[in-house]
């Protein structure tokens, strides 16, 4: 089983609407969780760390759940400049990335 | 401030030829780290040094994939005997912080093609 796992998408979803990715892990250990953004042919940037006790960003929140072993991602009011690929990141000691799930805003 | 840079942006290689490819992590930086993405995939961790010594080395794939950082900050991944498998982006990342669990810093990777 791979230490972190992802839909891979596409999601396919209309500007304004609220989308939601969850991303499982298996390392019970695991510490530390992120959420990348990447866009085509660029680099992964950090888009949010991920704490125990929930944290949003503006219209991103994002949510551990260590009962269930997964994280989650909600963006809500999207926008076309959303649209890239979201990286999963997680482990125990060092991280692993996810495949990465690809979220596409359409006008 | 300066990001990390990587050199250079685009190699082409034929099969069985040595490459190197160099990483230049953001000043002060003690922390950094290799990783390897092909097409649909996430970053695959490669290898990770805290200063000059590599402190996690356990994803490099096999004996041909070689990486140094001699003064604790340029790092240079070394590929003998290149294979068309070895196409990839090569990702360098750096980060503050001690450990590979804390935000990382991606440089615009290098684009290799094993012909």
């Known amino acids: 089983r791979k230490e972190v796992e992802q839909d891979p998408g596409p999601f396919n979803v209309p500007e304004g609407a609220t989308v939601a990715f969850n991303c499982t892990y298996s390392n019970s250990a695991s510490q530390s969780f992120f959420w990348y953004r990447q866009d085509c042919r660029k680099e992964p940037k950090l888009l949010m760390s991920v704490y125990s006790s929930g944290n949003e960003d503006g219209r991103f929140t994002a949510q551990l759940n260590r009962a269930s072993q997964y994280i989650s991602l909600l963006i809500r009011d999207s926008k076309l400049s959303d649209s890239a690929t979201y990286l999963c990141v997680g482990g125990y000691q060092k991280v692993t990335f996810g495949t990465g799930t690809k979220l596409q805003v359409i006008p | 401030g300066a990001g990390v840079s990587q050199t250079p942006s685009n190699k082409v290689t034929e099969k069985g030829k040595y490459v190197e490819l160099r990483c230049d992590p953001i000043?002060?930086?003690?922390?950094l780290y290799w990783y390897r993405q092909s097409l649909g995939q996430g970053p695959e961790f490669l290898i990770y040094?805290?200063?000059?010594?590599?402190?996690?080395d356990s994803g490099l794939p096999n004996d041909r994939f070689f990486a140094v950082r001699p003064e604790g900050s340029v790092s240079t991944l070394k590929i003998q005997r290149t294979e068309r498998g070895d196409s990839a982006v090569y990702l360098c990342?750096?980060?503050?912080?001690?450990?590979?669990?804390?935000?990382?810093?991606f440089g615009p990777g290098t684009r290799l093609t094993v012909l």
């Open positions: 000043s002060g930086h003690t922390a």
């Open positions: 040094f805290q200063g000059t010594g590599a402190a996690d």
């Open positions: 990342a750096s980060s503050p912080q001690r450990g590979s669990y804390n935000e990382q810093f």
